[in-house]
């Protein structure tokens, strides 16, 4: 079974602070895809970044980074310089063949 | 590019009736779209996979009966939530597939509430 554990239901912290994201998942592939999305109060789930597990570099978009570790099975996600914008639901995903498995999510605040 | 639509964005209805729901990706042809379900608070359920004129593959515990998919081009796909009841009130979510990694891009969803 694939399973994707996200132990912070809730973070909270100040504009402009940096902020990691907690994420570990099992799968017995060698071969598969990590996402983050963000669901803002809107509901629209948006892409942050993905990482390939073949590719040992962590990927970066901008002010997102992840910390891909797949020995320990572990994808966080680092947000820099956070902006009040960042504030949403923010969902580990597994995906292997087509299927995306969606960890509980954590829910993010960025405090003025 | 790859916008995915879903109309309603919102519905109520009586319980028993049959409700509707459609999913279109705008800009690209989608061979794949997935159909979600969102309770309050909580994270995304893959209930079905559909797959552009033949099945749709239902997951485990998700009555094939009770939500009928059908996705007859290679834009659009539609839920259809028959005989509804209270329970079946929640956030219903599509996404599309497109290109060669077959990315999911997802909707704005249905809310649906079934007195």
């Known amino acids: 079974a694939q399973t994707v554990t996200q132990s912070q239901p809730e973070m909270s912290v100040q504009e402009a602070e940096t902020v990691t994201l907690s994420c570990t998942y099992d799968?017995?592939?060698?071969?598969?895809?990590l996402f983050w999305y963000k669901q803002p109060p809107s509901r629209q789930m948006i892409l942050v970044i993905r990482?390939?597990?073949?590719?040992?570099q962590n990927a970066t978009e901008n002010r997102f980074s992840v910390n891909f570790q797949k020995a320990a099975k572990s994808f966080s996600l680092k947000i820099s310089d956070s902006q009040l914008g960042d504030t949403a639901m923010y969902f580990c995903?597994?995906?292997?063949?087509?299927?995306?498995?969606f960890g509980q999510g954590t829910r993010l605040t960025i405090n003025p | 590019g790859a916008v995915v639509s879903q109309h309603p964005s919102r519905v109520i209805c009586k319980s028993g009736t049959s409700v509707k729901i459609e999913c279109r990706s705008l800009?690209?042809?989608?061979?794949?779209m997935f159909w979600y379900r969102q309770f309050p608070k909580q994270s995304l359920m893959l209930m079905a996979t559909?797959?552009?004129?033949?099945?749709?593959?239902?997951e485990q515990g998700v009555e094939k009966d009770k939500f009928l998919i059908n996705h007859a081009s290679l834009t659009l796909s539609t839920l259809t939530v028959t005989s509804a009841h209270p329970e079946d009130s929640s956030f219903y979510i599509c996404?599309?597939?497109?290109?060669?990694?077959?990315?999911?891009?997802f909707g704005p969803g249905t809310r649906l509430t079934v007195l």
């Open positions: 996404s599309a597939g497109r290109g060669v990694y077959n990315e999911q891009f």
């Open positions: 799968t017995s592939e060698s071969n598969y895809y």
């Open positions: 559909s797959n552009e004129g033949s099945k749709a593959t239902y």
């Open positions: 800009d690209f042809q989608a061979t794949t």
């Open positions: 995903v597994l995906r292997r063949d087509q299927k995306l498995v």
């Open positions: 990482q390939e597990a073949y590719k040992q």
